[in-house]
Structure formats: structure tokens, C-alpha cells
């Protein structure tokens, strides 16, 4: 048995018929081609493969793609373009947030969620919202930095 569904992924609309099985992770990769979602643990842990749904991070590789019918998804293709970063991929490369570049779609996607939700008033704060997202460059220093740098621009007191 496969399954219609219908979704909207960085402002585009997709109808495709899937399996009620495949995940989303796969969904997003492989029918839609939207390779920048990585997979890293493939079981909850690493974060890698977080994706907004309908404004919320979600682990994709442990969501099925027919969960996610009606919804509106964004990737980290949904975040900028090479040509116009948004401001936190811009701040990712000022601080050198990232080294090899594998947890970075997941780190962004979740930054982006930490900063519309939270004041994020300390690093501390910033490092909880992240502490479901592995880096194993271990560059949780510069993306602290990186995600700071855009909370101080949005309250006006960047240095
Ligand atoms: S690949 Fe989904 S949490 Fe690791
Ligand atoms: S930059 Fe390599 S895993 Fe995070």
C-alpha cells in the first residue's frame, strides 16, 4: 500500500505517493533530492537530520514522511542561498562554527529554533537548546559564538 501526500518544503509544493514506511529523512534526500538534511545516527541522537515542521525541530530520521502530509517543511536549503547566507549561516562562517560540516544543517536548523523561541540570554542557555545536537569536530565553541553573535544583533548590541 503507498500513500499520497502533500507537503510544502522551503515555500515549494510537493504532492508525491510514498511508502507509509519511508522516513522523512529519506523522503527529503532521496524522492525530493534535498541531499543538505545528513544522516548521521539514523536513531535520535546525533541531531543531524533536524528539519523544521510547521516552525518545530524535528528529528526526520525518526519521523515518517506520511506524518509529515499537510505540513510545511524547511531545510537547511530553506535557510539561504551560496549568494545570500541568512544572518546565522553568515555568523556560522565569520566564528568558524563549523569544521567538517556534517552536523551543520542540524546545528543550524536547531539554532534557528532556539533563537525565534528562546532569549537565549546566556551561553549556557544557548548550550542546552544545542546539547541534542553532536558535533564530533567538537566545535561547540564557535557556534555557541556564531548563534551568540546573532542574539546580540537582534537585541541591538552587537559589538
Ligand atoms: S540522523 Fe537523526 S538524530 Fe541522528
Ligand atoms: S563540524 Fe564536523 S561534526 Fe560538526
Redesign the pocket.
Known amino acids: 500500500m503507498k500513500m499520497d501526500i502533500a507537503v510544502t518544503v522551503n515555500g515549494r509544493k510537493y504532492q508525491e505517493i510514498v511508502e507509509p514506511r519511508l522516513l522523512l529523512s529519506d523522503f527529503l534526500r532521496e524522492t525530493l533530492g534535498l541531499t543538505g538534511t545528513h544522516v548521521g545516527c539514523e536513531h535520535g541522537i546525533c541531531g543531524a537530520c533536524t528539519v523544521l515542521v510547521n516552525g518545530d525541530s524535528v528529528r526526520s530520521c525518526l519521523t515518517l514522511a506520511v506524518r509529515a502530509n499537510g505540513a510545511e517543511i524547511t531545510t537547511v536549503e530553506g535557510l539561504g542561498t551560496p549568494e545570500a547566507l541568512n544572518e546565522l549561516q553568515h555568523q556560522f562562517r565569520e566564528k568558524h562554527g563549523?569544521?567538517?560540516?556534517?552536523?551543520?544543517p542540524g546545528m543550524l536548523i536547531t539554532g534557528m529554533d532556539l533563537l525565534k523561541k528562546y532569549p537565549l540570554a546566556s551561553d549556557a542557555e544557548i548550550r542546552e537548546g544545542l546539547s541534542g545536537n553532536l558535533?564530533?569536530?567538537t566545535?561547540y565553541q564557535n557556534i555557541v559564538a556564531a548563534i551568540r553573535a546573532v542574539v546580540d544583533q537582534q537585541d541591538g548590541n552587537a559589538s
Do not use: S
Open positions: 563549523l569544521q567538517c560540516g556534517f552536523c551543520t558535533c564530533r569536530c566545535g
